[in-house]
């Protein structure tokens, strides 16, 4: 077990040794460790290493700002150059914070941000203002899903994010448009596992469990929530997403087959770089424009205790609510420290030990 | 087989002569036909007879304007005061693009709405102006979904609606977050069969397909999207949801357990007139405030070539965007008139021969 702090430290330390200024390495770091606190293993420190080829290539730009396309107040267009997506993200968040308390709501498209790692984690800054954040990403180079009834790969996972303050434990939503995550279905491959029900499709458009057939040819898609039986509502929610970043950023599909990228900052072609690049969008709403955060948290307290009360279907698993698990996990890491996931220190110390970053100690006692 | 505008016509003088002015009885006429046009037939000339009772005994507010309870140009509160959910949301989606125009987006919530009716039917004029519309709503006093896990009603069905605009024809997505609409269900009770799939749990928590076990005690409850297997996602969305309509609307849930409403008009009391209440949220964003309406519209029109050039599944049948069926349907029915479901016209005769108004003919050759 560690420390939050000396893991924000650490990996803030390896990303300024690969290039990184300590203002965006310490936004990066914070955001990989708040992830891992939260439960979201997949998408904390694991980027460290999933994220450094890019750094170490350029792939990811390193230094310098996102350009400002357009600027209407409530609005807002940034290209992000292929600046770090968590970097880039958290900025966006906190503009948007103080835009929603001057207009009661703003919403910013980002074209071309390098990956934006794990949306639920940028949101309890949000929720503690008492604003409602909502955050979602497509990848136009990273298609998994078909639209439903389809056999072709036309639509990337388009997870979304939501953050609802309740004056008590906020209620945070993250998830994707197919049945699970595209780094689930990593991590099952890598462990050799089954996904735990029949959410993917063969080429032929046959219900499998192995997540393999997603990487092997002919490759199988991931299925739209609802799958076969009422897939149509996770393509309508991914088609939702994917107008939202990618139209309202300008910045989609629609480059990729026409193999150019808009902006000029890689000379206008479509190259290796643009391959983890993805459009996001962020909105944020101040309850305080509306009727006040007190009667919105009147509401959503309600919400919440509703849920709570109900009896649960097995007695030993009361009904939770999104965000929670995550929430308290996060307050309590930064109480106690945080157990990483199996794995994810080892993928890290080549990379430390090649940068000469000295490793965080472990807490005494574990 | 009618024309569309003489339905339009005939349903108006029916809720006119039963107290609504022409304005609001003709707004409301025309988006029930709308509907019906749209394939929406649950949700359009049928609720004429639905509406009627409410309308008769004043549980409808027939005439006045809503209250205006906040106005910060991005964003609007009203208190719909029990006037027609059709009309108001009507009436809010044309504030909401004219706002959308000047701001950029614009976010309306209104409290107290009656029955919205079909929300898709409200898209098409938004995205012919080249704007994204967004209108979802909620009605606290009637719940139908349990939590995830859970077994008791804490959440009701939580329709929304998106209009994307692509240039053509648009993307309108409609949807509920339980596996289907519960006027579906009202029909499969009707029409004595069962649920095309096992999306609903009986009291105990088991799996069913009989939907009279929803009005049965003890009552069952109709599954969020994703069912047993993965309904967060869809108890995700109806959080989401219900903290936007209630939540920015500051009605909702916790006025029922109070037995208070908020506002004056029902004398602060909760009563029988309340029941089919329900806050309403509206957004509408203009693609001309991010980088302009084109670039948007050629992202969108991208991401519907692709999934229209996906190869089928089935060889019959070709992928499908949300929204066409109903689009061409709306405008096949204004050049040539459309056929009602059955039982519809005849719900309305008694109706109208009740007011003496006039039955429209049908086509010729119809």
Same mark, same amino acid.
């Given at each position: 077990m560690y420390s939050f702090d000396d893991l924000v430290r650490f990996s803030s330390k390896i990303l300024q040794a690969?290039?990184?200024?300590?203002? /965006?390495?310490s936004v990066i770091a914070r955001l990989f460790v708040t992830a891992d606190a939260m439960g979201h293993d997949t998408h904390g420190l694991k980027l460290v290493a999933f994220h450094m080829p890019d750094i170490e290539d350029g792939h990811m730009l390193l230094e310098g700002e996102p350009? +400002? @396309?357009?600027d209407r107040g409530a609005t807002v267009v940034w290209d992000g150059k292929r600046l770090s997506g968590v970097w880039l993200a958290q900025k966006a968040l906190s503009l948007a914070a103080e835009r929603a308390k001057q207009y009661g709501t703003c919403s910013i498209a980002i074209q071309r941000a390098h990956h934006t790692g794990c949306l639920e984690a940028f949101l309890p800054e949000l929720t503690e203002q008492g604003l409602i954040a909502m955050i979602t990403n497509s990848v136009p180079a990273s298609k998994l899903m078909a639209p439903f009834g389809g056999l072709d790969r036309a639509l990337s996972t388009n997870p979304f994010a939501v953050g609802i303050p309740t004056g008590d434990v906020p209620i945070l939503i993250d998830m994707s448009c197919t049945i699970c995550a595209g780094t689930k279905i990593m991590r099952w491959v890598d462990e050799g596992k089954k996904t735990p029900g029949y959410w993917i499709q063969d080429a032929q458009g046959n219900l499998s469990n192995d997540p393999t057939i997603l990487f092997s040819e002919p /490759? =199988?898609? @991931?299925l739209p929530i609802g799958g076969h039986e009422y897939g149509h509502k996770g393509y309508n929610l991914a088609l939702m997403v994917e107008a939202l970043t990618q139209g309202l950023s300008g910045f989609g599909g629609a480059d990729y087959s026409e193999h150019i990228t808009p902006g000029s900052t890689n000379g206008g072609k479509a190259d290796l770089s643009v391959d983890r690049l993805g459009p996001v969008f962020i909105q944020v709403t101040d309850p305080e424009a509306f009727l006040g955060l007190e009667a919105f948290e009147r509401q959503t307290k309600h919400l919440v205790d509703s849920c709570k009360n109900s009896r649960p279907i097995n007695e030993n698993e009361p009904v939770r609510l999104p965000g929670t698990k995550g929430y308290l996990g996060l307050k309590r890491a930064k109480e106690v420290g945080l157990e990483l996931y199996p =794995?994810?220190?080892e993928d890290i110390i080549p990379i430390a030990e090649r940068y =000469? +970053?000295?490793l965080p100690d472990p807490l005494p006692g574990t």
């Open positions: 690969a290039g990184l200024n300590e203002e /965006k390495a350009d +400002v @396309l357009q /490759k =199988g898609t @991931l =794995g994810i220190m =000469g +970053v000295e």
